[in-house]
Nanobody, 122 residues
Framework: QVQLVESGGGLVQAGGSLRLSCAAS????????MGWYRQAPGKQRELVAR?????????ADSVKGRFTISRDNDNAKNTVYLQMNSLKPEDTAVYSC??????????????WGQGTQVTVSS
């Protein structure tokens, strides 16, 4: 089994910053992509950012230039970060990380974190 533990959410004023972390542990041979989704009340879940094992990144248009995803694979830390700057009230949502994990089988398995609330006040 694999566990993803998130931290770093909270309440911040518009224009402020937060840094989310998500650490994967357990039966991990390697991890392909890791990333973050978010879901606001009454809205569909959307991909915020993702990063591959090679370091390639993708961002939602709404966060480009404000959010930065990074990844620490050293010493089996298997941690993904989301640095969020210039936060806006519309960034308020539950943010969930995911990891596409190879645990020794032929195919990877997608795992999810428990979600962390980010609230941006105006």
């Amino acid at each position: 089994q694999v566990q993803l533990v998130e931290s770093g959410g909270g309440l911040v004023q518009a224009g402020g910053s937060l840094r989310l972390s998500c650490a994967a542990s357990g039966s991990i041979f390697s991890i392909n992509a890791m990333g973050w989704y978010r879901q606001a009340p009454g809205k569909q879940r959307e991909l915020v950012a993702r990063i591959t094992s090679g370091g390639s990144t993708n961002y939602a248009d709404s966060v480009k230039g404000r959010f930065t995803i990074s990844r620490d694979n050293d010493n089996a830390k298997n941690t993904v970060y989301l640095q969020m700057n210039s936060l806006k009230p519309e960034d308020t949502a539950v943010y969930s990380c995911y990891a596409d994990v190879y645990s020794g089988g032929h195919y990877p398995t997608l795992y999810w974190g428990q979600g962390t609330q980010v609230t941006v006040s105006s």
